[in-house]
């Protein structure tokens, strides 16, 4: 199916273990994001991404790892996941053909560490 | 740095216009944005005004006034499925990775019969 989605939908982990959650896109779009929403925090970016192996910090980067070895693939890794991470995390990809403030995002990926 | 502030909450009766305000603290911006988000679900895209001026979309319609750093949603004929939260946000570019979106912390609509 076209579009963007992530998985898994929900995750419940430990504290200190490793998570991967995974982003893909069917549009071939440049460019992707990651953020993440907490009640009265909104949606906070994580990290982005202009194309393959170009990679951007966003406002709330510590802790997490990306990577974009293709196009339709963004996946974000908590190394040693805190509970302060527990979160609702959402992908979003946009063309880049020009700046028209649009993002689409994937359903969100809920995830609580313990 | 930057800031946007928007209202946490907003009510307002079925069939009456409400209007979202967001005023921010940014410059050398792309444009401003709008989000409805659905409880449960993922944000999607209402609205971007790059240049100053009202941008109309159906019933919804955004304004931008970069003078005043000051932007608004306006929402007409509301419908009860109008409830859910809005979010502003500001376009920005980024020497590496083109462009980002930074985003409010959301307003709260309520639509009551």
């Known amino acids: 199916d076209a579009g963007i989605t992530q998985s898994p939908r929900y995750k419940i982990t430990e504290t200190g273990r490793q998570v991967t959650l995974m982003c893909h896109q069917t549009?071939?779009?440049?460019?992707m994001f990651w953020y993440r929403q907490d009640l009265g925090h909104g949606l906070r970016l994580i990290y982005y991404s202009a194309a393959a192996d170009i990679t951007d910090k966003g406002e709330v980067p510590d802790g997490y790892v990306v990577s974009r070895s293709k196009t339709e693939n963004f996946p974000l890794t908590l190394e040693s996941a805190t509970r302060s991470q527990t979160s609702v995390y959402f992908c979003?990809?946009?063309?880049?053909?020009?700046?028209?403030?649009?993002?689409?995002f994937g359903e969100g990926s809920r995830l609580t560490v313990l | 740095g930057q800031s946007l502030e928007q209202p946490s909450e907003v009510t307002a009766v079925e069939g009456a216009i409400v209007q979202i305000n967001c005023t921010y603290q940014?410059?050398?911006?792309?444009?401003l944005s709008w989000y409805q988000q659905h409880d449960g679900g993922a944000p999607t895209f209402l609205s971007y005004n790059a240049l100053d001026g009202l941008e109309e979309t159906g019933r919804f319609s955004s304004f931008l006034s970069r003078s005043d750093s000051y932007g608004y949603l306006l929402l007409q004929e509301l419908q009860m499925k109008d409830s859910a939260s809005y979010f502003c946000?500001?376009?920005?570019?980024?020497?590496?990775?083109?462009?980002?979106?930074?985003f409010g912390k959301g307003t709260s609509l309520l639509v009551t019969p």
């Open positions: 979003a990809s946009s063309e880049l053909q020009g700046i028209t403030g649009e993002l689409f």
């Open positions: 940014t410059s050398g911006f792309y444009g």
């Open positions: 549009w071939s779009h440049s460019y």
């Open positions: 946000a500001v376009c920005l570019p980024s020497s590496n990775s083109g462009y980002a979106l930074n």
